[in-house]
């Protein structure tokens, strides 16, 4: 069995435990494959282990690796996209992850009317109100979704969020319990905001404890990245 096999089966297995304790099912947390300076090799490998989502941070290196893969996998934007990238990412993913600003929204409804489709994303929200995280605040995340939930070329699936980089995961479970106490509150009938993508290598089993629905894992299954971006 080679090294990602391993991985992916101890990936597997803490999320299968990590729902187990939640009194959850597995097959409710996607398993998001962050590839990111990554070469398609690896990423081919995954598709044979039975990965079939994939999330990329710059869209150069997404466009690139859409048009050697192709478009049967589900693809993922996780990074923060420029608003003069938008053009490159909309319609060749299913999800844009960190939506954080009016402007950026109208820029990706802009282009997906452009291109005839309506765009999933996420708003990418800052729980912790560290200053030098990216994202919404959480007082300012009601007005951003009422923006977008008025595009017509773009659906809110869900929230998503970057907390700090812990050695002790558990100090992160109060952020995501908060990611799913604004969930709760801002979901509606026609709205639910089903998807909450929290949770990466060092703390995803924490995340599915707390709700999850989305894990961005990479290092824990691909090890050290293999390349660095020109």
């Known amino acids: 069995m080679s090294e990602l096999l ?13 729902a187990a304790r939640a009194g959850r099912s597995p097959n409710d947390v996607e398993l998001l494959a962050v590839t990111k ?4 090799a ?3 490998e995954a ?3 039975g990965l079939s989502h994939f999330g990329e941070n710059f869209a150069q290196e997404l466009a690139a690796k859409h048009a050697d893969i192709g478009g049967d996998v589900h693809w993922h934007f996780i990074g923060k996209v420029q608003r003069n990238k938008v053009k490159m990412v909309v319609g060749l993913v299913d999800l844009i992850h960190a939506v954080d600003s009016e402007r ?3 820029e990706i409804d802009k282009r997906a009317a452009a291109a005839g489709l309506c ?4 708003i990418s929200v800052n729980v912790t109100g560290e200053q030098t995280k990216s ?14 939930r008025n595009l017509s070329h773009v659906r809110c699936t869900g929230f998503m969020t970057m907390p700090p980089l812990m050695d002790d995961p558990e100090l992160n479970r109060p952020h995501f319990a908060a990611l799913v106490a604004l969930r709760d509150r801002l979901a509606t009938g026609d709205s639910p905001l089903a998807v909450l993508s929290m949770g990466t290598s060092g703390d995803y089993a924490v995340a599915v404890e707390e709700g999850a629905t989305l894990v961005r894992v990479g290092t824990a299954i691909f090890g050290p990245r293999s390349y660095t971006q020109a």
């Open 119 to 122: 765009q999933d994303i996420l």
């Open 135 to 148: 994202g919404v605040s959480v007082a300012d995340t009601p007005a951003l979704l009422s923006h977008v």
């Open 6 to 18: 391993q991985r992916l089966a101890r990936v597997r297995a803490t999320i299968a435990a990590a």
């Open 42 to 44: 690896v990423i081919r």
């Open 47 to 49: 598709i044979a282990a």
């Open 104 to 106: 950026l929204a109208d």
């Open 37 to 40: 300076r990554h070469p398609t």
